[in-house]
């Protein structure tokens, strides 16, 4: 079992910068993919970045490339900084963890992850 706890979401203007926080606790092996989604308001979650965190190879979804990076550090955290934000960006964003890598490799979907955070908002206002 993985305890995920996001934080760092807030109102921003667009253009602006965010940076989430995932702080990750219980089984290593349980996270060795940890991985962004986000949500929009009646819609399913999406994945928006990954990584695989005994590797640091990286994963993003088209419509964040290029404006997010997903990074980590050594105290079991893992990051998202959002530049460049966009008022399309506005969603709850929600942290994950799996333990197969492979999931992270190719961006898996919800489905595929075992274990979630409660999530972050992040609003974005022209």
């Known amino acids: 079992q993985v305890h995920l706890v996001e934080s760092g979401g807030e109102s921003v203007q667009a253009g602006g910068s965010l940076r989430l926080s995932c702080v990750a606790s219980?089984?290593?092996?349980?996270?060795?993919?940890m991985g962004w989604f986000r949500q929009f308001p009646g819609k399913g979650r999406e994945a928006v970045a990954a990584i695989v965190t005994d590797e640091g190879t990286t994963a993003y979804s088209n419509s964040v490339k290029g404006r997010f990076t997903i990074s980590q550090d050594n105290a079991n955290t893992v990051y998202l900084q959002m530049n460049n934000l966009k008022p399309e960006d506005t969603a709850m964003y929600y942290c994950?963890?799996?333990?197969?890598?492979?999931?992270?490799?190719?961006?898996?979907?919800?489905?595929?992850?075992?274990?979630w955070g409660q999530g972050t908002q992040v609003t974005v206002s022209s």
């Open positions: 219980g089984d290593p092996y349980g996270r060795n993919c």
């Open positions: 994950a963890a799996d333990r197969s890598r492979l999931v992270c490799r190719q961006l898996g979907g919800p489905s595929l992850y075992r274990n």
